[in-house]
């Protein structure tokens, strides 16, 4: 999880009375569940749990700085060794924070194909999945804040989208 950054900015509120506070964090490369080829076989499953200690020391970050919003920029977890439990994992610590908006911009290693977890019917509201290899936007009504993005649909993208 080596790609996070917080972004606050003070924007006026709909009366322009007083400035709020925005907090949007960015994380990418997060990789839960990939494997470790290095490790022996008895250490991965240690190696999966550090990783999803290491996910929730991150969602506790995002209750104590009142983030508004989450941006997962590719790669949260490795697609093709994603389990069931992952996809509960990431229900509940995003249901956790129904005020907070995730969007997650599938890359090369969990792109959004017919077997994403990224499909699933069972992902909280507050999750924004951007499914298409071309340019996209989410906007939204509680927050004064665009996200633009785009998702891998394979491990290669046959073009640039920008």
């Known amino acids: 999880m080596e ?9 006026l509120s709909d009366n322009a009375r007083a400035p709020e ?7 990418g490369d997060v990789l839960l569940d990939g494997p470790v080829r290095r490790l022996r076989r008895d250490t991965k499953e240690h190696r999966r749990e550090d990783l999803r200690e290491s996910f929730e020391d991150f969602m506790r970050c995002v209750e104590a700085e ?35 908006h995730f ?6 290693r969990d792109p959004y194909t017919k077997e994403s977890i990224y499909r699933s019917k069972r992902l909280p509201r507050n999750v924004h999945v951007f499914v298409e290899e071309i340019v996209g936007l989410f906007s939204f009504t509680d927050l004064p804040l665009t996200v ?3 998702g891998y649909q394979g491990e290669t993208s046959p073009h640039a989208p920008l």
């Open 66 to 100: 009142k983030a508004d919003a989450v941006i997962f920029s590719g790669n949260l977890l490795d697609g093709r060794y994603a389990e069931d439990d992952t996809l509960t994992f990431l229900i509940n610590a995003f249901g956790a924070h129904p005020s907070c």
């Open 3 to 11: 790609n996070m950054e917080a972004v606050q900015t003070d924007v």
């Open 103 to 108: 969007v997650i911009a599938p890359g090369p």
């Open 21 to 27: 506070r925005l907090t949007v964090l960015h994380l």
């Open 148 to 150: 633009y993005g785009w």
